[in-house]
């Protein structure tokens, strides 16, 4: 690892990866800083996404990670736990100091975040165990997997309904499980009677699993409802406590008037609020899905690729206009 590059990109998965990729060959000098903590790790497949249609998380980052270092990007193993601006060099005053859990210090003109969220789920037991295999939160991720089996829809959001309908497309034995009646209204009520959606009041005490597979769930009363999976909501939260000393933090992201967790604020191309500064990713769109982290990490990439440039002409031009400056009086 050397101690300056034209980008430090932290994260090294779909968003990260693929800024790595334009960067590199562009001929930029590349970091990349990967934790090797994906928010999709416990899925079995990453879905939707064109030409790689169900590889499994780990093995689409091993595929990135050789296809970067085929352009010279280097990607080290670590987390980032700091970073801060510093004074840049010649005409381009921006310029980044990152550092990492390993104590090193590492400089660069222009920074990458693509360091992901984290889910924070349901507080039910046995839930957690089963996130990401027996229980799902995207119909475009898991739906087809679960297709035409027993699935419970646990409501928690006032999104809830319109997420029980996605996967009623999918399967005609849905249950809706909701502890708190009011986040479903009449018009939600009738939509689950039309489409023959079961509705369950009462709370979910825990997720029951056999065998490693999900198998049910068992209400506060000690019923116990079988199913086969169990769609449920988190809360989406950007992992950005190492951006306090640029002065980013992360802003609520609101749908309805309901928080589902946190993003970055970014421009059309990912350029934050501080200039150099660019992110992708789930860290600035908490339901992007892989192609889409891809496809943002992509875009940032060209930016800052466009920005370099822009500095480099800058500080030729003040070379040539230097060098053209007439020689001064000589002193006496």
Avoid at 38 to 43: F, G, L, Q, V
Avoid at 291 to 307: E, L, M
């Amino acid at each position: 690892m050397r101690d300056h590059y034209d980008v430090i990109v932290i994260g090294g998965s779909a968003a990260g990866l693929s800024a790595a990729l334009v960067l590199g060959r562009s001929r930029r000098s590349v970091l990349v800083v990967d934790s090797g903590e994906p928010r999709n790790a416990p899925a079995a497949g990453a879905h939707n996404y064109l030409g790689r249609e169900g590889t499994a998380p780990a093995e689409l980052a091993r595929i990135g990670r050789d296809e970067v270092a085929a352009y010279g990007v280097e990607v080290e193993a670590g987390r980032v736990v700091a970073a801060s601006a510093t004074s840049g060099t010649g005409v381009d005053p921006v310029g980044f100091s990152v550092t990492t859990d390993s104590g090193a210090v590492v400089t660069c003109r222009r920074l990458v975040v693509a360091s992901g969220a984290v889910d924070v789920l349901p507080d039910v037991p046995g839930l957690a165990e089963q996130w990401g295999r027996g229980v799902v939160h995207c119909p475009f991720c898991h739906g087809w997997e679960v297709r035409d089996q027993r699935i419970g829809v646990l409501v928690t959001t006032p999104n809830g309904a319109h997420h029980a309908q996605m996967f009623r497309a999918l399967s005609d034995r849905v249950t809706v499980f909701a502890s708190d009646p009011a986040l479903l209204d009449d018009i939600a009520l009738a939509g689950f009677s039309a489409r023959g959606i079961g509705l369950v009041e009462g709370r979910v005490v825990r997720v029951l699993s056999t065998g490693g597979t999900l198998s049910g769930v068992q209400l506060g009363s000690g019923e116990v409802v079988p199913l086969d999976a169990l769609a449920a909501s988190s809360t989406a939260e950007p992992r950005v406590g190492f951006l306090e000393g640029l002065g980013l933090r992360a802003e609520d992201f609101v749908v309805d008037g309901f928080r589902f967790g946190g993003a970055l604020t970014v421009d059309a191309v990912g350029q934050t609020e501080v200039r150099g500064v660019y992110a992708a990713g789930n860290v600035t769109s908490p339901m992007a899905t892989v192609i889409a982290s891809a496809a943002a990490g992509t875009q940032a990439g060209a930016a800052v690729h466009g920005d370099l440039v822009q500095a480099d002409i800058a500080a030729a031009v003040d070379v040539v206009a230097t060098a053209a400056e007439p020689a001064g009086r000589p002193t006496r």
